[in-house]
């Protein structure tokens, strides 16, 4: 790639930046029309220029081929040298095309969504800012600069979360999100810094050139990579810190669907994607994010089953899928989580961004038992929807069919996979053909549960069109990694995998193709009995769910009260800290500190109270004194 | 045929302490005043015993700078005594306790 294009590359942050600055600053006086404008054009600009370079790239031909682009020295202490640059290669190309073009997709949703909010351009201030801190992130090149805009992404989650913050519900949400996301920030910080220990340098290729000197299993990599692991756990939503992502909905909805589904959230599947050459040295830390990943696709899909918040579900299906993500990251197959991640940011996002329509249509009804019957009322959000539904549920076909089957076959194949994994991870897609199908039936079908008042109405095109081309991709994304079971040629992962690690042994090839069929039908066979099952629940004998309710009365409590895990975080961790807070304000504080302060202030007050008796006022008595010190020093001189 | 330097010294010795005395002793500013004189001046002799004494100028040109410093001494310390007995109605040295705690 000649230097005249690779210079483009900081043009992708930059358009976004620039938005942020004019809606942020001269928002209020541009008018909503302009801001608008502004806002998705610089998201399209820098869509258009990462397309560009996109095509640039794969015209060189040059598999695993990485560029570096230096805009200017950062940081020059002693031996830490810094600098913002940028690096180019598959990984970050694919990060950049698709951020870019599903933010620019959803500034134009938010010009209908968020129409006459009186906050418009302070939300698109921010969401410029967020697509901004998003690029720098994906396209730096060395972690501490990715660290830069993984905390700017969580500011900008945290702002956004808490947009309307009038209501305090809204602002508590945004605090929770940040202060999690904290936790596993200070993982991500402590991982980087123990690679500068280890190698000397925060940049990507620097470290990873010197990887030879470690054997595999080496203690430090694995501190290092379980340090990052735990970062990645807060950003990406994963068991223990996933309880953030469904209080994050009470933000805008679009956020939901960029932030909270599309982009940030897989920052995390990104970063241990990035570092895959620290990864496959350190068996335990993929040990680990496999199960973590596959535990946490289980148990969000669990309670996404009885969620009544059409948003709740979604979230859930996020830390669900994100499970997914990490699990393929965690058997080794990182080009196969790469792909997942993208074809999930298509249809994640247009489900999030379908809901917002429904939510449009019934004046901001968030609870499915109060819709039903939209199919005819809202026929373009009701198809869209549908088809991410099929995406997500692995219907053959659809972009999330390539995606979860190529996810699924490298859990049971991959060296550092097993039949465990699979299975679990076929019977959490099951789940998600089932929740995701009563979200469906439940909205779209049956009775109106709705007030008869509401006017339900289509959403304009600003917002429809958005919905049809995600949902057009959300059809053919998965169509750049057919596999070769099905005659295709797998181009992601020919491209990707030249920039990712890849396991020392490939048991894979050895695996015969008939067993790969075999579990793709059976996953394919659940997914379809699941729906089935979903319609028959919630559309033919609407009676089951109630029964079934009160029949699995247990488990049915467990699974819709989130199996408790916000109220034992509150025991463990929120009453015992304010406890804590208490004792030291109440003891320690008042006590000891002040206690300090006020003893300074009193020690100078008593020695003067008897100091001050000096000051007699009589002249005389200083002259004596006067004389007496005089005799003393001259004494003192005249016997040593 | 000169005196010993033993009896200047004697002398400005025994003039300092009747001067250290006065300061100390007595009530009256004016009189504590002329007292810091006395001291002054007996260091003066001091200054001129020494300077006679070992043949050097330098001890004369300080007894002018002393002299030149105790004018100004008295100068300043009249115009004090003056203001305090249009204030006080006293230069009793006990009455000039404003300074204190």
Redesign the interface.
Known sequence: MVNSTLILVWLIPLFPLIGFLLNGIFGKRLGDKAVGIIGSGAMLFSFVVSGYLLLNYLALNQVGAEFHSTLFSWISVADLQLSVSFQVDSLSLMMAVMVTGVAFLIHVYSIGYMHGDGGFARFFSYMNLFSFMMLVLVLSDNYILMFLGWEGVGLCSYLLIGFWYEDDKNASAGNKAFIVNRIGDFGFLLGALLLFVTFGSFQYSEIFSQLDRFSVGDGTITAITLLLFVGAMGKSAQLPLYVWLPDAMAGPTPVSALIHAATMVTAGVYMVARSSFLYVLAPTSMTVIAVVGVATALFAALIALTQNDIKKVLAYSTISQLGYMFLALGVGAFSAGMFHLLTHAFFKGLMFLAAGSVMHALANEQDMRFMGGLRKKIPKTFITFLIGALAISGIPGLSGFFSKDELLWQAYSSPAGGFWFWLVGAVTAGLTAFYIFRLIFLTFYGEARWKPETHAHESPNKMTLPLIILAFLSVVGGYIGVPALLGGDNRIHYYLEANLAKLPVDAAAHQSHSLEFILMGISVLIAIAAIYLAYVFYVKRRELPELAAAKFKRAYNLSFNKFYVDELYDYLFVKRLITISKWLWNKFDVRVLDGMANGAGKLITVTGWYV??V??????GY??SL?IGSLLMIGYYFFR | MTPPLEYYLWFAALLFVIG?AG???R?NVII?FMSIELMLNAVNVTFIAFSRQMNNIDGQIFVFFVMTLAAAEVAVGLAIIVAMFRNKESIN??D??????
Do not use: D, H, P
């Open positions: 001050r008796t000051q007699s006022g009589l002249v005389s002259a004596l004389f | 250290v300061v100390l002793l009530r504590v040295i006990e000039m306790n404003l300074l204190k705690w």
